[in-house]
Antibody, heavy 120, light 110 residues
Framework: QITLKESGPTLVKPTQTLTLTCTFS??????????VGWIRQPPGKALEWLAL???????RYSPSLKSRLTITKDTSKNQVVLTMTNMDPVDTATYYC????????????WGQGTMVTVSS | EIVLTQSPGTLSLSPGERATLSCRAS???????LAWYQQKPGQAPRLLIY???SRATGIPDRFSGSGSGTDFTLTISRLEPEDFAVYYC???????????FGGGTKVEIK
């Protein structure tokens, strides 16, 4: 059974860097054909994809946020880490990590999400 | 970057009725990489359809997906009370390699 869980700060100040960790079980990111992504959702708004990382360490970023994002993996810990620099109040959102169904490039299992508020 | 436009924004229907949701892409999308999700308040999204028409594990057969190119449709044949939610389409494109979501369609009880 695949599960994912996001963790990180609930409150960050403007201009700070956000670091979120996705801890997962039921699969390994060292296995061919596996991927994990990050998606966010501001309150009352639509989903927005942020980043993807594949088993071979290939990485993809949202073009509009690429300069602010870094995604990494630690296969020994079964974790994927997302950092986002220069946080702004408009980045207030629920942040989800999710398991990627590689053949379809769709997210078939999602974490519960973690709410991050950006405020001074 | 491909933009997905979903319509209508809100669909007001009664249980037992048929729901037809549209997702239009700004340029052609590979059918292999078009997905639909359902999201209920306070919950994470759930994958319903991938590859434009394949149901994900455990998804009832009242949900079906169709379409190709720039026009895709999610159909719920007979709405059950638990189907009232927000639905998102999503695509993956390779040039540039990026993934995008539509703005969502809310299916509400009439």
């Amino acid at each position: 059974q695949i599960t994912l869980k996001e963790s990180g700060p609930t409150l960050v100040k403007p201009t700070q860097t956000l670091t979120l960790t996705c801890t997962f079980s039921g699969f390994s990111l060292s296995t061919s054909g596996v991927g994990v992504g990050w998606i966010r959702q501001p309150p009352g708004k639509a989903l927005e994809w942020l980043a993807l990382i594949y088993w071979n360490d290939d990485k993809r970023y949202s073009p509009s946020l690429k300069s602010r994002l870094t995604i990494t993996k630690d296969t020994s810990k079964n974790q994927v880490v997302l950092t986002m620099t220069n946080m702004d109040p408009v980045d207030t959102a629920t942040y989800y990590c999710a398991h990627l169904r590689i053949s379809a490039e769709a997210f078939d299992i999602w974490g519960q999400g973690t709410m991050v508020t950006v405020s001074s | 970057e491909i933009v997905l436009t979903q319509s209508p924004g809100t669909l007001s229907l009664s249980p037992g009725e048929r729901a037809t949701l549209s997702c239009r892409a700004s340029q052609s999308v590979s059918s292999s990489y078009l997905a639909w999700y359902q999201q209920k308040p306070g919950q994470a999204p759930r994958l319903l359809i991938y590859g434009a028409s394949s149901r994900a594990t455990g998804i009832p057969d009242r949900f079906s997906g169709s379409g190709s190119g720039t026009d895709f449709t999610l159909t719920i044949s007979r709405l059950e009370p638990e189907d009232f939610a927000v639905y998102y389409c999503q695509q993956y494109g390779s040039s540039p390699p990026a993934l995008t979501f539509g703005g969502g369609t809310k299916v509400e009880i009439k």
